[in-house]
């Protein structure tokens, strides 16, 4: 195993502002990156993959995932049950792969909560709410009544993002991918995040390095 562990960058922000969009963007420049598909009870859309977009369960599977100890965080969004599957996220960053989520605010702290050092959280904000509310309605995958539920848990999630270590704007479909990439790419360089290269020289690795778990 290296010593180096993978770094887990957690997207969060109202449904709608352009995180899934943001990450495939990422994902294109970005081949080193890998996304952890979630759990969700969730009815699978038109144009999703099981396994792709999501694994599909029902609540009773969703349950017994929990009880068994192999969902690492769990939130419910607007009636159904999402969750970060351990074997998505654990095994990954303990090789020394980098991970990617998109998940509720609550979900991203508590990932931040279980791997402090290892992770990331940024949040995404959409130009403003008028935006929010023509991209919902722009993608037509909501009903009326769904777009103001998912309206109404943005307004929540946004008082949220003075938690997180990072805020970016979804502005432009190109540029907040090489924005994200920029934060990334910083974190990767982080002095306590290449104790291989400190020890190549013969140096010493600071405290705060993250342990090989
Ligand atoms: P989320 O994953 O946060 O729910 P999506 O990625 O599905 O959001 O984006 C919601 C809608 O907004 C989609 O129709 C998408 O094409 C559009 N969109 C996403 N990012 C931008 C952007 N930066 N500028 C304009 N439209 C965008
Ligand atoms: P959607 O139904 O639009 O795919 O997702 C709804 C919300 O669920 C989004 O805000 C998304 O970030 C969140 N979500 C997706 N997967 C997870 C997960 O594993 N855990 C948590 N906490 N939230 C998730």
């Not at 995040?193 to 140096?203: A, C, E, F, T, V």
């Amino acid at each position: 195993m290296s010593s180096e562990r993978g770094l887990i960058t957690v997207i969060s922000g109202p449904s709608g502002t352009g995180k899934g969009t943001l990450i495939s963007g990422l994902m294109g420049i970005d081949s080193d990156m890998h996304y952890s598909v979630s759990a969700t009870t969730r009815e699978i859309r038109r144009g999703e993959t099981e396994g792709v977009s999501y694994y599909f369960k029902t609540r009773r599977e969703f349950e017994k995932l929990i009880k068994n100890g192999e969902v690492l965080e769990w939130d419910e969004f607007c009636g159904n049950l999402y969750g970060t599957l351990k074997s998505e996220l654990q095994s990954r960053v303990d090789n020394g792969s980098d991970v990617i989520l998109d998940i509720t605010v609550k979900g991203a702290l508590a990932i931040k909560e279980a791997f402090p050092d290892d992770s990331i959280t940024v949040f995404l904000l959409p130009p403003s709410i008028k935006d929010l509310e023509d991209r919902i309605r722009g993608r037509k995958r909501e009903t009326e009544e769904q777009l103001r539920d998912r309206l109404a848990e943005a307004e929540k999630e946004i008082a949220w993002v003075k938690k997180f270590d990072y805020v970016l704007i979804s502005d432009s479909i190109t540029e907040a991918p090489k924005r994200l990439k920029g934060i990334i790419d910083a974190e990767r360089q982080r002095v306590r995040r290449n104790p291989d290269i400190l020890k190549r020289m013969g140096l010493e690795v600071p405290d705060n390095a993250p342990k090989d778990a």
